[in-house]
């Protein structure tokens, strides 16, 4: 069974950072794309990072050059880096993964079989 953690969330100001973990346990990360998600209060599920097993990355508009997405596959934990937080940031973070690349995916949440239980990330102005 896959399981995975997420850790990492907090309460930050406008222009602040967090550093979020997703622990992952349960399956070889060969073939797997693992991907970060956020729901906000009333609002839909967005895909925001992608990475394959192979280390490629992939950026939604949203976030791209502020936000970074990596893996340490000696620790089975996957990162997501947030700089120049700001208060449209706030939302449930999730952790993602399914057994397939990441070019095969839109960035739908549907795409992916595996979640963590998410990390709460408040971002005040």
């Known amino acids: 069974e896959v399981l995975l953690v997420e850790s990492g969330g907090g309460s930050v100001q406008t222009g602040g950072s967090l550093r979020l973990s997703c622990v992952a346990s349960?399956?070889?990360?060969?073939?797997?794309?693992m991907g970060w998600f956020r729901q906000a209060p009333g609002k839909e599920r967005e895909g925001l990072a992608y990475?394959?097993?192979?280390?490629?990355?992939r950026y939604e508009d949203s976030v791209k050059g502020r936000f970074t997405i990596s893996k340490d596959n000696a620790k089975h934990t996957l990162y997501l880096h947030m700089n120049s937080l700001e208060p449209e940031d706030t939302a449930t973070y999730y952790c993602?993964?399914?057994?397939?690349?990441?070019?095969?995916?839109?960035?739908?949440?549907?795409?992916?079989?595996?979640w963590g239980q998410g990390t709460q990330v408040t971002v005040s102005s």
């Open positions: 349960g399956y070889s990360a060969s073939s797997y794309c």
């Open positions: 990475i394959d097993s192979d280390g490629t990355t």
């Open positions: 993602a993964a399914d057994h397939k690349y990441c070019s095969d995916s839109n960035g739908d949440q549907g795409d992916f079989r595996y």
